[in-house]
């Protein structure tokens, strides 16, 4: 399983982009998906998730401003990240996860101008 991102680049403060990953050979409504980020010199920090019944999770620091979506029948999950600011660049990564086994993306870059 390799989740595949897509989205990334480079955007002016303020502005929107939306992020998708897809994940084949997987049954992949049971799995939780998820999006991390990791910036020059930090930790990867938790985004946003979405599990298998729709539930959403976010961290405070894009609440409100970042929404996480999945179509089952695509095989795909969202970001749709508005109001970005030069603090959300980083690499966009991709998680997909279910009863302890975990699979990660290459990640995506996004990069936020002043």
């Known amino acids: 399983v390799q989740p595949v991102e897509s989205g990334g680049g480079l955007v002016q403060a303020g502005g929107s982009l939306r992020l998708s990953c897809a994940a084949s050979?997987?049954?992949?409504?049971?799995?939780?998906m998820a999006w991390y980020r990791q910036a020059p010199g930090k930790q990867r920090e938790l985004v946003a998730s979405v599990n298998s019944g729709g539930n959403t999770n976010y961290a405070d620091s894009v609440k409100g401003r970042f929404t996480i979506s999945r179509d089952n029948a695509k095989n795909t999950v969202y970001l749709q990240m508005n109001s970005l600011k030069p603090e959300d660049t980083a690499v966009y990564i991709c998680n997909v996860e279910r009863a302890g086994w975990s699979y990660w993306g290459q990640g995506t870059q996004v990069t936020v101008s002043s």
């Open positions: 050979g997987i049954t992949f409504s049971t799995y939780t």
